[in-house]
């Protein structure tokens, strides 16, 4: 039998013109927005945990309880030596007011024994006297002055450690800084627990938001720079294992230098993951779209075949013979490749059933198998 004569039975399709995303695929890396190790900031007995394991935490929510009599206990003694530094206070500002007094009466006593002394009533002796007296008595003032600085710089001091004995006492209630996801208990209750220590008490992470980073090839870089200078480029990401979850975000950062190791620009993009579908440090499918392309010849994927020369697509033509043309494919969308050069919108091409077709082959066009 002439194989002229075959009709071989295909499935074909229409090549469509469309307006295509214009997208680059890669894979990313899901990182918490912030990641806080909590320690403690004094030492002491870890007397309790108010949390759960993997549970979420608010910002301020009491997490771990130090022992807190040794500080409570300072707190007293620093209160108790500020109280004696103002009675030592007043007192020496009752021994000025005395002095001053003491001093306005020499004064004047010696302003009286020096009239006296001109007038001979009095002996120089006596007069030089007074003038002791005066004198002894402002020195006596300086004195006061002076104990009565003293104490104020005492009550500043013993203030100021009544003010740090009241930060040591609030650290002993540890509460988490951020809002987000604790992980493992890294101390347990009972433990003694070091100022800073090297160890974290636990890890929290912040999950809302979540971001993901991925490295693109750097000849993509002037064009993703011009597009988001418009607006945030739009990013959605899904599950290696479960790529019917797709979470969305926006591009947020673009890194400073391109790593020249790789020939990569590192990306970072920003999602609320409501549905808390991202876990840090999980890969995932990362997709970034730089705007669209229109116009485009789109053909099903099933279409395109490996040919001697690249690759190829059988065209049906009006007498239902086909013809092999090779083409230069574009970008992939789903389960549609764009057609640069080869095929124009139209045309009908075979998705099935090329294996027992060559160049000038009757076709019969049949159902797609559901």
């Not at 720079?225 to 019917?244: D, I, K």
Request: proline share 4%; net charge negative; aromatic share 4%.
């Amino acid at each position: 039998m002439d194989p002229a004569s075959l009709v071989v039975p295909v499935t074909v399709a229409k090549a469509t013109r469309e307006s295509v995303p214009v997208e680059i695929h890669v894979v990313g890396s899901v990182e918490a927005s912030s990641t806080v190790q909590v320690k403690s900031l004094v030492a002491g007995q870890l007397m309790s945990v108010h949390f759960a394991e993997g549970q979420d935490v608010k910002k301020d929510d009491l997490l771990f309880e130090i022992d807190p009599r040794s500080y409570q206990e300072a707190l007293r003694q620093a209160e108790s030596a500020v109280q004696r530094d103002r009675a030592q206070l007043r007192q020496a500002e009752a021994n000025v007011a005395k002095d001053l007094a003491q001093q306005q009466k020499a004064d004047l006593d010696a302003g009286r024994y020096d009239e006296l002394a001109k007038e001979g009533i009095v002996s120089k002796e006596q007069r030089e006297q007074m003038r002791t007296a005066a004198a002894t008595s402002g020195e006596s003032v300086k004195a006061d002055q002076a104990a009565v600085e003293s104490a104020r710089a005492s009550l500043q001091s013993d203030l100021s450690l009544v003010e740090k004995a009241k930060l040591d006492l609030s650290y002993c209630s540890i509460r988490s800084p951020i809002s987000g996801r604790a992980g493992n208990l890294l101390v347990h209750a009972g433990n003694l627990v070091k100022d800073n220590g090297d160890n974290a008490l636990v890890v929290i992470n912040q999950v809302a938001p979540i971001f993901v980073n991925f490295g693109v090839p750097e000849q993509y870089l002037p064009e993703i720079r011009r597009a988001n200078a418009q607006n945030r480029l739009p990013v959605r990401v899904s599950l290696q294992n479960e790529p019917g979850k797709v979470v969305s975000g926006r591009l947020s950062v673009i890194d400073n230098t391109v790593d020249s190791t790789t020939g990569t620009i590192k990306l970072k993009a920003v999602f609320e993951d409501a549905q808390r579908v991202l876990w840090p440090g999980q890969f995932v499918d990362t997709v970034l779209t730089l705007g669209a392309q229109d116009n485009a010849t789109v053909v099903p994927a099933e279409a395109v075949q490996a040919g001697q020369q690249g690759q190829l697509i059988y065209v049906v033509k009006q007498d239902q013979t086909v013809e092999a043309r090779n083409v230069t494919i574009g970008r992939s969308l789903d389960r549609k490749i764009v057609i640069e050069k080869g095929v124009e919108p139209g045309e009908t091409v075979v998705t099935d059933g090329q294996l027992r077709l060559f160049p000038g082959a009757h076709i019969r066009p049949v159902a797609a198998a559901s």
